[in-house]
């Protein structure tokens, strides 16, 4: 069973860093591409980014471009999010999601698998 | 940067038939993913690939996708069926997409 477990949000200020986990069991994890989606407190799904199955390509959405920054660990079956600059927009439920596909992202992107997210609070 | 579009509510009644639009340029030409979100919950793949229901999903949900517009019809709706929904593609340049959502209300 696929299972994704996300951590590291906590409270922190405007301007300030944050680095996500997502820890990923129950399938080959080098073998899919990864995504981090988040959503707004009472607002829909954004797509923030993604990254290839080595990690050798990485997409991002123009809100977070230039400041966060997404990485794998396969080794350790491990998604991170790095969140440099943060702004109080940044404040959202995070997720991290699987691409359905071994070695392949694009037109067949879609989650069937989804973590709870771990909650990220930009205030001061 | 491409987008899709869905109407921000949609109301049915117990029985009969809801249908969730999502319009966005050629999106035909894409596959089309639905998702469903109950409160506190985490989305669920209802749809993919424009028609395809997942196991386990009932088969009052179906999905059409021509022209525009791409559709998520719910038949015999029932109460368990009120979500908020959301509709998403796949653009070579803007990449994942998610339409706003659309919150079903079953009254």
Redesign the interface.
């Known amino acids: 069973e696929v299972q994704l477990v996300e951590s590291g949000g906590v409270v922190v200020q405007p301007g300030g860093s944050l680095r996500l986990s997502c820890s990923a069991s129950g399938f080959t994890f080098d073998d899919y591409a990864m995504?981090w989606?988040r959503q707004a407190p009472g607002k829909?799904?954004?797509?923030v980014s993604?990254i290839s199955w080595d990690g050798g390509s990485t997409?991002y959405?123009?809100s977070v471009k230039g400041r966060f920054t997404i990485s794998r660990d396969n080794s350790r079956n491990s998604l991170y999010l790095q969140m440099n600059s943060l702004r109080a927009e940044d404040t959202a439920l995070y997720?991290c999601a699987k691409d359905p596909s071994r070695h392949h992202y694009?037109?067949?992107?879609?989650?069937?698998n989804?973590?709870?997210?771990t909650l990220v609070t930009v205030s001061s | 940067s491409y987008e899709v579009t869905q109407p921000p509510s949609v109301s049915v009644s117990p029985g009969q038939t809801a249908s969730i639009s999502c319009s966005g340029d050629k999106l035909g030409n894409k596959y089309v993913y639905w998702y469903q979100q109950k409160p506190g919950q985490s989305p669920v793949l209802v749809i993919y690939e424009d028609n395809k229901r997942p196991s386990g999903i009932p088969e009052r949900f179906s999905g059409s996708n021509s022209g525009n517009t791409a559709t998520l019809t719910i038949s015999g709706t029932q109460a368990m069926d009120e979500a908020d929904y959301y509709c998403q593609a796949w653009d070579s340049s803007t990449y994942v997409v998610f339409g706003g959502g659309t919150k079903l209300t079953v009254l």
Do not use: C, I, P
């Open positions: 995504h989606v829909g799904l954004e797509w993604l997409y959405a123009d997720y694009g037109s067949g992107t879609y989650y069937k989804w973590g709870q997210g």
